[in-house]
């Protein structure tokens, strides 16, 4: 069940991003015109006015982890950014935005260690509920399997994240049609894939790329302990 812009503040306060949150929240929220105007294809089963009001409060939760990311990178890569590279970065939601079934959304975040090798692309995804198992939109996977990405995935309740790759999720899940993103495919993971419930994160070396484990695994601090 989607969450209302109040309870999405509530669920985001632990994570130390409830006033970044609140900004982006106040900025879309405010911010009228085309943004309600979108194809039935591309908002479900909600209407426009609720697709909208729900897409701008998740685009201000995704706007404030991208903060979240580079605030805890810079604490040992002073000079790494974190970028909006997604389709929707420019925050505005059309009619006619895609083509019916060719989505070509690109990853949400572009992690660049301007003192090291690696630009590293992230798509993140967050979960304002608990679930028995967890829903990736299969094109995201698929991009970020071109790309040699990774997926950022939160679980707001609960305050543990997880860094996998597109080969974790293929390996550990299974493609469902998903009524309640309008029929899309997604890959469905359990979550005791996902979560370790004696840490606030969870990753393995199997969960990432070679090229770019040593620098993720290296740092893992510096992602977040959120207890310390």
Known sequence: M?????????????????????KYMEKYLNKGGKTVDVDSWIRDRRTAEQ????????????????????????????????????????????????????????LDYNVNFLDGPNSIPV?????????????VKKNKVNKAEKQNGIILFAFLPIGKFTIMTANYIKRHGQILINSRLGGKE??????????????DYQIGKDFLPKDISDIIRENIYLIQQRKK
């Open 186 to 199: 997604t890959w469905n993971i359990p979550s005791d894939q996902l979560i370790l419930k004696d840490k």
């Open 2 to 22: 989607a969450k209302k812009p109040d309870e999405l503040l509530k669920l985001v306060q632990p994570w130390g991003i409830e006033k970044e949150t609140r």
């Open 51 to 106: 697709f909208a009001e729900q897409m701008k409060a998740y685009w201000a939760v995704e706007d404030a982890f991208a903060s979240w990311l580079e605030k805890n990178l810079k604490k040992k890569h002073p000079g790494v950014r974190v970028t909006l590279i997604g389709t929707d970065r420019n925050r505005e939601i059309i009619q006619g935005q895609s083509p019916k079934g060719k989505v070509t959304g690109e």
């Open 123 to 135: 798509e993140f995804q967050f979960s304002a509920v608990t679930l028995n198992s967890y829903d």
